[in-house]
């Protein structure tokens, strides 16, 4: 278990040439480009949002990833939850193996509750740039992300654009971080903390 601490920025989409500029001068060199397809999965009766929770099977180029999330607390755009995630074999989840990491008081139990009944809610897939940053000391993960959050409802194909800059927090104090958005926000004027994350736009996608 580890506690993920990022801040998330919503991108205007006519500033994105603009963030990869900004970003490949600061670490000196251009980002790296990796496509990520997510499932979201969850009961019909929604257990695991009810329990501030999210659950993610993902691709990566490297193979597929299981990850548990605590919604935590999100305050001008920082993140910080806790957060479970190892390799599976392909595309199942393998929530035994979870339940055995997820040994805190309540999360376990709430995904205990939902294991039976989990189905697939909606996708988010997405081109992701990523740069390694240090800043004051810190090490940051900068990424750039482009895609779409998709979820078929009764037939109903809803879509939402994502595009927005994460900076997640590698090593060092979180300032680092407060002082890397400061900076790109200063040279980028219509970006702006997002408390949102991608799963929870994909369950609002849902609801209408």
Known sequence: MAIEREIKLALPRDQVDAALRL?????GEQGRAVRLENIYFDTPSLTLARAKSALRLRRTPDGWLQTFKTVG????????RHEWEMPVAGEALETARLLHECDEAGVATALSDAAPNLIALFRTDFTRTLWMLEVDGAQIEAAIDQGEITADVNGEMRRAPICEIELELKAGDDAALHTLAALLAAGLPGLAPDDISKAQRGYRLREG
């Open 73 to 80: 607390v999100a305050q001008n755009g920082l993140h910080a």
């Open 23 to 27: 970003l490949a001068a600061r670490a």
